[in-house]
């Protein structure tokens, strides 16, 4: 059973996946205005996994019999200062879920609710994952730095990222 706490948390969760994916979709298109479509194709994947997260904690908090709560989304910033900038602002987000994910973890603890336990426990394996990959590319735009054509062969390499859908209901 969901306590109306865990209920909250979940749900308030949800929204900040929804805003993660929005902020995703900003860096797309802002990717694509200053002709990196590459990065644009990168972050447009990365808005889609995001909504597909956000569904997770949708489903579950329905497959529990609870309410989901949709609430206002901030807007993202719509500018950036570089390639650069947009992944260290991406890896400050991706470690702020990261935080977000574990007190949901350490709530359904102390709380003995094993199951949204065993739950987020994907996502916090896939946290892992995200701030890996970003990482990973901010150490490549560093060696980068403003070499134009080393940048267009990163954007080529961003460029053939594919989002694999999953049912939002099962692991991805």
Known sequence: ??????????????????????????????????????????????????????????????DLGRQVKLMAIDAPPIEFESPLNMFEKTLKHEQFVTKRINNLVDLAIKEKDHATNIFLQWFVTEQVEEEANDNDIIAKLKLVGKKGDALLMLDRELAARVFTPTPASQPA
């Open 1 to 62: 059973m969901l306590s109306k706490q865990m209920e909250a948390a979940l749900n308030d969760q949800l929204n900040k996946e929804i805003y993660s994916a929005y902020l995703y979709m900003s860096m797309s298109a802002y990717s694509t205005h200053i002709g990196l479509k590459g990065f644009a194709n990168w972050f447009m994947v990365q808005y889609q996994e995001e909504m597909i997260h956000a569904m997770k904690f949708y489903d579950y908090i329905n």
